[in-house]
């Protein structure tokens, strides 16, 4: 390189220095702020109990015995004053979890005093479902609450259904206080099932309602009844319940006072003594009396190892106490067949 070059690229590397043709300097990126991953809302403490309670529910039932379910009806019970939860438990039952569906309807098969348009929601659900087992149970949780086209829906039900849980549920909620409105209507309908119904659960439930309703006209079928083994225990409570007919007295008394020749009286017969104690034929003293023959024979059949009769000396010497006025706490199961509906919720 001679000295012309040089100089050339002296000036140019001032000249480029003087003009500020270097390349800028890029500005300092703004400090990024540290970002906290969101965390999630807490739970309510009846999310939390719905959670541990999905263990209890096995193929869409709920085992009412187990302690996640316990817990969660112990808080339900506790809670029920407040308005919110009667809709909580409507909108679980709205979901699509199976396990927390079935749990909340189970929940829904008791009245609340805050009611809002629960019935109307259970009824929209029980018009779109199409299992089975899922509109049965929201039959059981429609039986306390009313709402305009519910007991036409469980009618229909009851006169169609193929399925005989079906059935059995619509006949409940037909006989049940919140739904009285229809009950002329519901009355034949309820007879039929229990004279023709091929299941026993059906014909159990109807008798069991049509006790409820003390529909005369079914007298002559439930005292047949007494004499169908798988419906005997429902037809003896239902006609406990005609308080003021002679007939319904008679059909249950002279079965108690039969046994007193044997000691064969069925469980459900003697644990139905309570109810006639408030009719008109009730004789406290001849009914002490009769309870009283009735023992001996018993004796001889527990003595045998007849465990039936076991349990039946237990509800005679209850019945016996309660006449002498004595009070008892102890429990005797007893086969009770259906079970009657519940009453409307509470305002």
């Given at each position: 390189m001679n000295l012309k070059h040089i100089s050339l690229f002296l000036f140019v590397g001032t000249a480029g220095s003087l003009t500020g043709c270097s390349s800028p300097k890029e500005p300092a990126a703004p400090p990024v702020a540290a970002t906290t991953p969101p965390t999630a809302a807490p739970k309510e403490p009846i999310d939390e109990l719905f959670d541990a309670a999905t263990a209890c529910v096995e193929n869409g039932k709920v085992n009412r015995g187990c302690d996640g379910y316990a817990k969660l009806s112990a808080f339900?019970?506790?809670?029920?004053?407040?308005?919110?939860?009667?809709?909580?438990?409507?909108?679980?039952?709205?979901?699509?979890?199976?396990?927390?569906?079935?749990?909340?309807?189970?929940?829904?098969?008791?009245?609340?005093?805050?009611?809002?348009?629960?019935?109307?929601?259970?009824?929209?659900?029980?018009?779109?479902?199409?299992?089975?087992?899922?509109?049965?149970?929201?039959?059981?949780?429609?039986?306390?609450r009313s709402a305009p086209g519910v007991a036409e829906v469980a009618l229909e039900l009851l006169t169609a259904?193929?399925?005989?849980?079906?059935?059995?549920?619509?006949?409940?909620?037909?006989?049940?206080?919140?739904?009285?409105?229809?009950?002329?209507?519901?009355?034949?309908?309820?007879?039929?099932?229990?004279?023709?119904?091929?299941?026993?659960?059906?014909?159990?439930?109807?008798?069991?309602?049509?006790g409820g309703l003390t529909y005369a006209e079914a007298l002559?079928?439930?005292?047949?009844?007494?004499?169908?083994?798988?419906?005997?225990?429902?037809?003896?409570?239902?006609?406990?319940?005609?308080?003021?007919?002679?007939?319904?007295?008679?059909?249950?008394?002279?079965?108690?006072?039969?046994?007193?020749?044997?000691?064969?009286?069925?469980?459900?017969?003697?644990?139905?003594?309570r109810l006639l104690e408030d009719h008109s034929k009730f004789d406290k003293k001849k009914a002490r009396k009769t309870l009283e023959k009735l023992l001996k024979p018993m004796k001889k059949l527990a003595d045998s190892g007849d465990?039936?009769?076991?349990?039946?000396?237990?509800?005679?010497?209850?019945?016996?106490?309660?006449?002498?006025g004595k009070t008892t706490t102890d429990s005797v199961p007893v086969p009770m067949g259906a079970k009657p509906a519940p009453t409307s919720a509470a305002q």
């Open positions: 339900v019970n506790q809670q029920r004053r407040e308005p919110a939860l009667v809709g909580k438990l409507v909108t679980q039952a709205e979901g699509k979890d199976a396990a927390r569906r079935a749990l909340s309807l189970t929940l829904l098969a008791r009245p609340f005093p805050e009611e809002g348009d629960t019935a109307a929601r259970l009824l929209a659900l029980l018009k779109t479902e199409s299992d089975p087992n899922v509109k049965a149970d929201l039959l059981e949780a429609l039986t306390p259904a193929p399925e005989p849980a079906l059935r059995a549920a619509a006949a409940r909620l037909l006989g049940s206080k919140a739904h009285e409105r229809l009950a002329e209507s519901a009355k034949p309908a309820l007879l039929k099932a229990l004279r023709e119904d091929q299941a026993p659960a059906v014909r159990r439930q109807a008798a069991t309602s049509l002559p079928d439930l005292v047949k009844a007494l004499d169908d083994q798988l419906v005997a225990p429902s037809a003896t409570f239902a006609l406990a319940r005609f308080k003021d007919n002679p007939a319904a007295f008679d059909a249950i008394w002279t079965r108690v006072e039969a046994g007193t020749k044997d000691g064969r009286v069925s469980l459900p017969l003697l644990a139905s003594l465990q039936t009769a076991q349990t039946a000396i237990k509800l005679v010497e209850r019945n016996i106490d309660r006449l002498d």
